[in-house]
């Protein structure tokens, strides 16, 4: 079902629309729904409840904690302490104050408190004037510190095993206030340096590989080659030949090592019918190979082999006995997709026939040992002088390394060192590997500094070009600035080149890292990592299917991201990513969304086996979206049952920007005995729970909508019963109005897609950032969330807009 048809029920339902108001009325919104309420004003009834319950302790007279409370008469005077009063709401949401000791209000009168006071922000963060704010300079965590080295120094393995896991702020672990730089990290900092820095430059490289093949193992195979063809040696050749395998070519696969040059060697001799030479040929084949010869040319070689292939040699063999065996050479230049080296003859005109014999297959190389990472690090100009070169190789991998121009004394002091180190008799590509080893440990590489020359500067400045670049790479790739966005900041046409780049950036492989960093960190499915289903309750939950549960959220976010498609597809879509695992856990039959053992409802599907994924269209509203996914299904249940209060908690977390308050201490949990599970269901259960009234006007959010989830079970597999209990996924706000199903959630949230839309900005903002969201973001946040509309909410808008905002941009002393 598409979203055309989603709003045209949502426009034809007056239940829908019931829905819809309750929810906002629920979650405590309705003023933006409504847009009527007169703007929230502390003095009426603010003041009056500081007076009544804290101006025993918080008055002008012996304040405690120094807090004066009484003398705030208006709402901006509570706005230009906006720290302070967080704390107030903190402190009278937990019930901490007034004391128990004192009269305090009732949870209605101190809800009603905290929602003024909240308005009120509310409306003055709306109003304001936005500011950039202050990021804190951080160090790289675990990912982009090894994609930062991955595109850095061209080492492809994993230097971060050993370093310890990342604090997490905001929900992310990219967050500067929370990474800090213990004593063991930077031990393990100065480990990979050194190990990394030995695999990727070799002072005294390795001998050239050497391989050497009889012909007689060459393919074509076959059991009569050694009987058949086989001449004191040499392997025998015939255009004349009944079949490929008397025919040839000859030819084997290697293994390439990097893209360097080989040198292939052959021993061969021939004899013609006519007694004329024979034209022999070297070729080199392999999928998607670059540049190949055409078909043409390899029509007119003898027999039938693999293509394509280009012909890297033809020589004419003279030798016509074993005795005078030629030796061929050919060199194999630098290429990619390299596979199979081939040798075979010319066809002989009509009538003719020629006979090539093959001793052995040779292959040298890569004749360059050191690896790709080693020339390109110590590229230099060899006209230079051995000081002159290395100012060169440092001084560029020292401009990538900090992600900035090299100021001329810190390149020279780095250089000199190596000069000391040469000068004392130690080779000079083993000095330069201690000297890029020092600026891996170096906080200029390993923390994201954005220099800035006006530090003490109240005013807003802009960021220069390349901490802009650094940002834009970091928040999309979670790596390095490529050349591209280096260039374009030294040339100083970045800032008017950011959609394109943000365009070709989310183009780019690299950006899979937006996938696998922010979109699992923000939908919590990394805590499938540590879940455990009970094993009784449910056999089929194992690591596979866990991978498989990520893999699908991981692919479909990706499909969003790549394809450009609306952000609201993540709420409900009518497709999915399946492999066999998780389409047996889900009952889905095929790639046309039919359920397993049930008549097709849509044709032409074919069947979803082994672990590749496949793109999968939904038949119905059951699942779609990442509501209905089984690792956000999973990751919000607790191991032997489902839990409607986590999942109603990450909805309105994660996709509603409206988190619950936490819950009061005390509060004891639900009974787990077997007697209890057999007497009533979960929603019985929970119906009891919320008698407490501390607890009724949280679960009144939470538990409608967790219940909407209940038919799908603790692992996300759909169910109709918890156990000898009927399903029942309504739900009731306090208006009176009822919804049903995961369908008529997903209904509720596209109706209102700008709270969405807001959630899901202020995450990617604090992503992008490395910082929460202040209140001074306010007017960013909704200047984007407006902006959607007109872009058909579409994906790549709102990482654009990102991009271009202010905070993203620009620096305040904040």
Request: negative net charge; contains cysteine.
């Amino acid at each position: 079902m598409g979203f055309t048809m989603h709003f045209r029920w949502l426009e034809n339902s007056n239940r829908a629309l019931r829905i819809l108001l309750g929810l906002f009325v629920a979650l405590g919104i309705s003023q933006r729904v409504c847009g009527q309420e007169p703007p929230a004003d502390y003095k009426t009834f603010g003041k009056a409840f500081i007076e009544e319950y804290c101006s025993k302790c918080h008055s002008e007279v012996e304040p405690q904690a120094e807090v004066v409370l009484t003398r705030f008469s208006d709402s901006d005077s509570i706005v230009r302490e906006r720290k302070m009063w967080m704390n107030v709401i903190k402190q009278v949401r937990s019930g901490s104050m007034p004391p128990k000791e004192e009269r305090s209000p009732g949870v209605a009168q101190a809800e009603k408190f905290v929602k003024q006071i909240e308005a009120i922000f509310d409306r003055a963060d709306r109003e304001a004037e936005p500011k950039p704010g202050r990021v804190t300079m951080r160090r790289l965590n675990r990912l982009e510190y090894k994609n930062t080295i991955r595109d850095l120094i061209g080492v492809d393995f994993d230097p971060t095993g050993e370093f310890p896991s990342d604090d997490i702020g905001y929900g992310f672990d990219n967050i500067g206030d929370v990474l800090s730089l213990p004593p063991v990290l930077m031990e393990r900092y100065l480990d990979a340096a050194e190990g990394i820095l030995s695999r990727a430059i070799t002072p005294d490289p390795p001998a050239v590989p050497k391989r050497h093949l009889s012909s007689q193992y060459t393919e074509p195979a076959s059991a009569e080659v050694a009987s058949k063809l086989m001449e004191s040696g040499y392997r025998r050749l015939d255009t004349a030949g009944k079949d490929g395998i008397e025919t040839g070519p000859i030819h084997t696969p290697y293994q390439w090592e990097g893209s360097g040059e080989y040198l292939f060697r052959t021993k061969v001799y021939g004899v013609a019918s006519d007694a004329q030479s024979i034209q022999g040929v070297i070729l080199i084949h392999g999928k998607d190979l670059v540049d190949p010869s055409s078909d043409a040319e390899l029509d007119t070689i003898s027999g039938s082999f693999h293509r394509p292939a280009r012909i890297l040699k033809s020589f004419e063999v003279s030798a016509q006995s074993a005795d005078r065996a030629e030796v061929i050479e050919v060199s194999i230049p630098a290429m990619a997709n390299r596979d199979r080296v081939i040798v075979g003859q010319r066809k002989r005109p009509e009538g003719q026939s020629a006979k090539l014999y093959v001793e052995y297959m040779a292959l040298d190389g890569p004749l360059d040992t050191r690896p790709d990472s080693h020339r390109r690090l110590l590229a230099v100009d060899p006209g230079k002088s051995v000081p002159e070169q290395t100012r060169e190789a440092l001084g560029r991998f020292m401009r990538r390394a900090y992600r900035r121009p090299v100021e001329a004394q810190e390149l020279e002091k780095l250089a000199a060192w190596v000069d000391q180190m040469t000068a004392g008799g130690l080779k000079w590509e083993s000095a330069m590997q201690v000297a890029m080893q020092a600026v891996l440990c170096s906080p200029k590489f390993l923390f994201r500094v954005e220099t800035d020359d006006q530090a003490s500067s109240v005013q807003t400045r802009d960021l220069d070009s390349y901490a802009v670049a650094s940002r834009l790479s970091y928040f999309l790739w979670s790596s390095m600035p490529d050349e591209l966005l280096f260039d374009a900041a030294a040339n100083g046409t970045l800032l008017g080149e950011l959609s394109t780049h943000v365009t070709r950036m989310l183009a780019d492989p690299r950006s899979s890292a937006l996938v696998a960093s922010f979109a699992t960190q923000w939908l919590q499915i990394q805590r499938l990592d540590s879940f455990a289903a009970d094993a009784k309750l449910f056999p089929s939950f194992g690591a596979k299917l866990k991978s498989s549960m990520k893999r699908e959220t991981e692919l479909f976010f990706e499909s969003v991201l790549r394809e450009n498609r609306s952000v609201l597809e993540l709420i409900d879509a009518d497709y999915t990513y399946l492999d066999e695992t998780l389409a047996k856990h889900y009952g889905i039959a095929d790639t046309s969304g039919n359920a397993t053992g049930q008549p097709a409802v849509a044709p032409d599907g074919k069947p979803i086996l082994g672990e590749s994924f496949q793109r999968v269209a939904l038949q119905d509203r059951k699942r779609g979206g990442l509501i209905t996914q089984a690792s956000v299904l999973t990751a919000t249940s607790n191991p032997t049952r489902t839990s409607p209060v986590k999942r109603g908690r990450w909805i309105l977390e994660q996709f509603l920007g409206a988190p619950p308050p936490p819950p009061p201490p005390n509060v004891p949990e639900l009974p787990t005995a077997a007697e209890d599970i057999s007497a009533a269901s979960l929603r019985k259960r929970m119906e009891v729970h919320r008698q407490n009234p501390a607890c009724a006007s949280c679960h009144a959010k939470m538990d409608p909508i967790g219940f909407a989830l209940e038919n799908f079970d603790a692992t996300g597999a759909y169910r109709t019963k918890d156990g000898s209990f009927d399903i029942d996924a309504s739900g009731q706000f306090d208006d009176g109005s009822s919804f049903s199903g995961p369908g008529d959630l997903k209904s509720i949230l596209l109706g209102k897609p700008e709270d969405f839309v807001r959630c899901l900005t202020e995450k990617m903002l604090t992503y992008a950032l490395g910082r929460g969201v202040e209140y001074y973001d306010r007017p960013t946040v909704e200047k984007i969330v407006a902006s959607m509309p007109a872009e058909g909410y579409k994906f790549q808008s709102l990482v654009r807009e990102i991009v271009l905002s202010e905070p993203f941009l620009r620096r305040g002393k904040e």
